[in-house]
């Protein structure tokens, strides 16, 4: 199998968005992992399956084995995906709510993809809005089980996977304290959605740095919150709370989060809901510099700093998701 | 002492002083009295010398946030921190958020706009403002 020439270019799909039966619009990728291509640096990607190819329950099963359901795409395919994943969708008429939101999802990545390679804040602002819509619809038709939830996640921590699960962790968590109305939820998520936006801001190669980052590097991570806002602040169609999920959700209920270092009187209610959502998926994802934790090593680490960081009622209600579902 | 040590700016017509300066002046006499420019090191990303410039002035909000609905007046006192050919640092009494445009007038009395980069809490009374002349 060729090696594919550079790391930068590719996105992560998920194997159980794939269909049998109509040919690929798109050529699909694996992730090389062996000890050659991690010499030269970074990750490297191989042609798997060239476009037009007709998929059979084989594939996808050998997909499932080879690739620990991950494959990738090039980002000038994500168009083509993006549309693919309609297609399945409308013919499948009725999905249930679990392959339903992992459409939604898969779209809304593609989408977003795009638009973080040119595109504006105006059309990354569209996208999050389709997408906060169509999430909360699809949690509407039906329970979306935590556990289940996490298992259909990707974990590979890149920017916008990220910002998928935790608009997604957001709306769980949203929900069990509590609020039902489908105006807000639309706007937790889409608030969720947009609050890494100031990282746009940020070079690749500090966000994706192997070692620990320099102090200028700390500094230009930990404006991000802060233009994040700018770009937003006087858009009169956010509201206040979705304008806090992007500055605050990396404040601390002890006064010693960024960037205001605000206490716990002043972190608005959906920048706590972020907060831990944004922290469980940072830690449950994959990372150049470390393995994922487990879901109770997370929720553990998450207990450990209730109080100081986390609203403790919030993460309570967090933790309880998953016991319940044990 | 407070009137001996500080310039009042334009802040002269109001003599009343906001409690969280008076208090400010009684827990560190030395404050208003810095002078020069601000040393600097080497990582130090800002383009322009900062200087000292701890005095009153005053701020008048002009743009507020469609989503925040502010209580205070439109005219407050700040106190003036530091002081570059870019931007201004100062003291205020409320947290002001990132990308907000308001004015800033100096004791020479010249009204200049300015947008605010960063705002931090400082001690339990006010917060510590960054901003550039836009």
């Known amino acids: ?326 | 002492m407070l009137d001996q040590s500080i310039s009042r700016g334009p802040v002269t017509a109001n003599p009343a002083l906001p409690a969280w300066v008076e208090q400010l002046t009684e827990e560190d006499e030395e404050f208003f009295e810095k002078r020069g420019p601000i040393s600097t090191t080497w990582e130090e990303p800002r383009r322009f010398v900062r200087f000292y410039h701890r005095s009153l002035a005053q701020m008048d909000y002009l743009e507020n946030p469609p989503a925040l609905r502010r209580r205070a007046p439109s005219s407050l006192a700040i106190v003036t921190l530091d002081l570059s050919r870019e931007g201004i640092g100062f003291l205020h009494s409320e947290q002001l958020f990132p990308g907000e445009r308001h004015q800033i007038t100096l004791a020479d009395g010249v009204p200049r706009k300015v947008e605010i980069v960063w705002c931090r809490r400082w001690r339990d009374t006010c917060f510590a403002v960054g901003s550039r002349f836009v």
């Open chain 1, 1 to 326: 199998m060729p090696l594919a020439p550079t790391t930068a270019g590719y996105m992560p799909i998920a194997c159980s968005t794939l269909r049998t039966g109509a040919p690929l619009p798109f050529d699909l990728y694996v992730r090389m992992e062996h000890q050659q291509t991690r010499n030269r640096g970074g990750d490297h990607f191989a042609l798997y399956l060239s476009r037009d190819h007709e998929l059979s329950a084989r594939d996808i099963a050998e997909f499932d084995d080879r690739s620990a359901g991950c494959l990738y795409i090039q980002f000038d395919a994500s168009i083509e995906y993006s549309g693919y994943l309609q297609r399945c969708a409308e013919a499948e008429g009725d999905q249930n709510p679990l392959l339903r939101y992992q459409t939604v999802r898969e779209a809304a990545k593609a989408m977003m993809l795009d638009a973080a390679r040119g595109g504006g804040v105006d059309q990354v602002v569209r996208i999050s809005e389709d997408f906060s819509r169509e999430l909360v619809k699809s949690a509407a038709s039906g329970e979306l089980p935590v556990r289940d939830l996490f298992g259909l996640m990707e974990h590979d921590y890149y920017t916008f996977t990220h910002v998928c699960n935790v608009s997604t962790y957001s709306l769980v968590l949203a929900k069990s304290l509590g609020i039902s109305a489908p105006a807000e939820l639309e706007q937790i998520v889409q608030g969720a959605m947009l609050h890494d936006l100031g990282k746009r801001e940020i070079p690749a190669a500090v966000l994706n740095k192997r070692g620990r980052p320099t102090a200028n590097e700390w500094r230009l991570i930990q404006r991000h919150p802060s233009d994040g806002l700018k770009e937003l602040i006087y858009r009169p169609e956010f509201s206040w709370g979705q304008l806090m999920m992007v500055y605050q959700h990396h404040e601390k209920l002890n006064g010693r989060g960024y960037p205001a270092g605000v206490g716990s009187g002043e972190i608005h209610p959906w920048a706590r809901i972020c907060a831990i959502a944004d922290v469980f998926d940072a830690l449950t994802c994959y990372r150049p510099y470390r393995k994922p934790l487990s879901t109770a090593e997370t929720l553990s680490y998450l207990e450990r700093h209730a109080g100081t960081t986390f609203d403790p009622e919030f993460l309570l209600c967090w933790t309880s998701l998953f016991r319940e579902d044990r």
